[in-house]
């Protein structure tokens, strides 16, 4: 049984065309990977067929009653609303429902007979729908997924603006799971998610009954949980069964025979023209030399696709630095109420290390504060002499300009060639470069942010979670970069299998954090 229903849909941005005519059939139970480079337009899609983005052409068609949930990697939630009360927004049809029985028992003193029978009947209805979807358990079952997800400890009157990024992500999958949708919608839902909450996750969604289409970088986490494959690539979406790697595997066979059919017919081309030049103008072959010519001018061309720019990052290296990059003294780190133990902590020059634990322990704020940009609690930091400091933050404070203008404010000397030139070195294309950078894609931010780190001289890149939306080929790339950079790194990472090879010492945070984990 189909649930939804896409025909022939074409969208662009301006020029920027993102798909045109695609068509898609999503059937009842299929567990689906969403694939696709930075910006091919794998949330634009998600945006559209969920309503909150018109495509410029085609049609949406949903199956009746289907109920639809969305994790979506820009989600907003405001000021004022606690973990509770999303969560328990989750069932707000229900609310809706017993707000409309209520009026229905106030309607009652006043009405006739055959008025009295027809909201009996729509009691009857809403109580039984009230029933199965078990109203009056609705604490009870808001508890127990917070205590699965490690929320309760948090208090469930606590304000989703004092969480960090991966707790917010924690709450909205919450909300999700108690909805039970016949349709999950999950764009990049392991971002912000650490380890023990990647595998709960993946094992939901393993025995997940619905249907889901996930959009997701992390090839493990796709292989364990999907069946089929949709790749978005150069405005087309093209299905394969199986798992990314069955994907990967005929993906690159059909590649090649499209090559070997592209380079025999260009052979072809060659010399059907070079026949009809040297034989059009003489009498005895016209004849022939017209007819090689029709078939010139009937045959159908094959394309290749344009290459997808590579990104290429190479870090510019700064002097050499004093022998420690930082030394903490008893330090407690936290902004209202202490994050962690008293701290000593010493990193030397040219080590490699990668912060890991659950999120909200405050790994964001120890590298904030060892690079004084809030102040600690108590203890104090020194900072090595000689540091020439490169920071990637999780995200971007929110921006109006565009890619070339966000370079060329920090790198003013720098010509228009030499910042479009360092763009395209981070894979971006030109009609990205000159787009507003709040309409890309959070793996193409991702590149903006990295194109002015690499070419800053940095002697200690501090890098909090720098794989978060980017694709795979930047992902290979910016650990090739990072392997081959002199300098000291400190990077906050939850893939094991990006710090594999690359990082010296490994520090579990969970260790020394006064947060309940």
Wanted: charged share 30%; proline share 3%.
């Amino acid at each position: 049984m189909s649930i939804l229903n896409v025909e022939h849909l074409s969208h662009g941005f301006g020029d920027r065309a993102i798909f045109t005519d695609v068509s898609f059939r999503l059937l009842k139970g299929e567990h689906i990977g969403l694939v696709g480079a930075n910006g091919e337009g794998k949330s634009t899609f998600m945006n559209i067929i969920t309503g909150s983005l018109m495509p410029d052409e085609g049609k949406i068609e949903w199956a009746k009653n289907v109920r639809v949930g969305y994790l979506d990697q820009h989600a907003v939630l405001e000021k004022g609303m606690t973990i509770g009360s999303v969560l328990a927004s989750a069932f707000d049809f229900l609310y809706q429902q017993e707000e409309r029985m209520n009026e229905i028992c106030a309607k009652m003193g006043d009405a006739d007979e055959a008025q009295m029978e027809q909201y009996m009947e729509e009691l009857g209805v809403i109580q039984d729908m009230l029933t199965m979807h078990d109203f009056y358990m609705i604490d009870a079952k808001v508890e127990e997924v917070a205590r699965a997800l490690g929320l309760l400890d948090l208090g469930l009157d606590r304000d989703v603006c004092e969480l960090s990024g991966g707790q917010r992500t924690k709450v909205l999958l919450g909300k999700l799971l108690l909805e039970k949708p016949d349709i999950l919608l999950l764009d990049e839902p392991t971002n912000y998610l650490d380890a023990e909450h990647i595998a709960w996750l993946k094992r939901y969604l393993q025995e997940y009954e619905n249907a889901f289409i996930l959009i997701s970088h992390d090839i493990p986490f796709l292989n364990s949980v999907v069946n089929l494959i949709y790749h978005m690539d150069n405005q087309q979406l093209n299905r394969y069964v199986g798992d990314y790697d069955k994907f990967m595997e005929v993906y690159e066979v059909k590649k090649a025979q499209l090559e070997a059919a592209y380079n025999r017919q260009q052979k072809e081309i060659a010399q059907l023209k070079d026949f009809v030049a040297r034989n059009k103008a003489r009498v005895a072959t016209r004849n022939m030399a017209m007819s090689r010519q029709k078939k010139l001018d009937k045959m159908d061309m094959i394309e290749l696709a344009s290459e997808k720019p590579k990104p290429e990052f190479h870090f510019k290296e700064a002097r050499t630095p004093g022998r420690y990059i930082f030394t903490t003294k008893q330090l407690v780190i936290g902004y209202d109420e202490p994050l962690s133990k008293p701290l000593d902590l010493e990193m030397e020059r040219g080590s490699k290390i990668v912060l890991t634990g659950a999120n909200g322990i405050g790994k964001t704020t120890l590298l904030k504060s060892i690079l004084g940009l809030i102040p600690p609690i108590s203890g104090e930091v020194e900072q090595g002499d000689y540091l020439e400091i490169g920071y990637f933050e999780q995200e971007m404070a929110g921006v109006d300009t565009t890619c070339l203008e966000e370079i060329w404010q920090e790198f003013p000397a720098y010509t228009q060639y030499e910042v479009r030139s360092a763009l395209a070195k981070c894979g971006l294309t030109t009609k990205h470069i000159e787009s507003k950078v709040r309409v890309l894609s959070g793996g193409e931010q991702a590149k903006v942010r990295l194109c002015k780190l690499i070419n800053r001289e940095s002697n200690i890149l501090v890098l909090d979670e720098p794989t978060n939306h980017l694709d795979v080929d930047a992902k290979d790339e910016l650990k090739r970069a990072l392997k081959e950079y002199k300098g000291s790194i400190l990077m906050v990472c939850h893939e094991p299998e990006f710090y594999e090879g690359l990082a010296s010492e490994v520090w579990d945070c969970t260790k020394w954090t006064t947060r309940l984990v």
